[in-house]
């Protein structure tokens, strides 16, 4: 197996779009990896032209869960599309991370199974190389989407 498909398989991405490249940046602390968004150019959500490749976005960083004891960070450049006939803008969507948010489905599960567990939200934010805010953000987003009796009675 070649180490590209390696790195995407141990951290266990399915997004066929994405493509990690072979560097990667070790830390003492931490991994950073490489990666790109990348497909063919999809029909215009305004005029239904088809749209171009256009540039890729400034690479964003999403933090991922811990791999052998290391803190790991996705440095993602996402594809852009330039619509021709309208000029309207987009960007590449993945099933990594919801649109326009940089915590992966992943992590937001890992941080929803700790606060079950009943961790702090402190221990969960500096587990995941996150802000206690993001710990926060998941927290209402579980709650609003559940009624409040998943909190154990003592914590109510
Ligand atoms: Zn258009």
Request: charged share 30%; glycine share 2%; hydrophobic share 35%.
């Amino acid at each position: 197996m070649e180490q590209i498909d390696y790195i995407k398989d141990s951290l266990d991405i399915k997004d066929p779009n994405i493509t990690f490249e072979k560097e990667f940046d070790k830390f003492s602390t931490h991994k950073v990896f490489y990666a790109k968004l990348d497909y063919d150019a999809p029909q215009c959500s305004s005029c239904q032209e088809k749209m171009a490749k256009y540039d890729f976005q400034k690479p964003c960083k999403i933090p991922y869960l811990e791999m052998v004891g290391y803190k790991v960070l996705i440095r993602l450049k996402k594809r852009r599309f330039k619509c021709k006939s309208c000029g309207k803008m987009a960007v590449a969507k993945t099933s990594l991370v919801r649109e326009n948010h940089q915590i992966p489905n992943i992590v937001n599960l890992k941080i929803t199974e700790k606060l079950m567990s009943r961790e702090a939200m402190s221990n969960i934010a500096s587990d995941l190389a996150i802000s206690v805010s993001t710990v926060y953000r998941q927290l209402n987003r579980f709650e609003s989407k559940t009624d409040l009796n998943w909190l154990p009675e003592n914590m109510s």
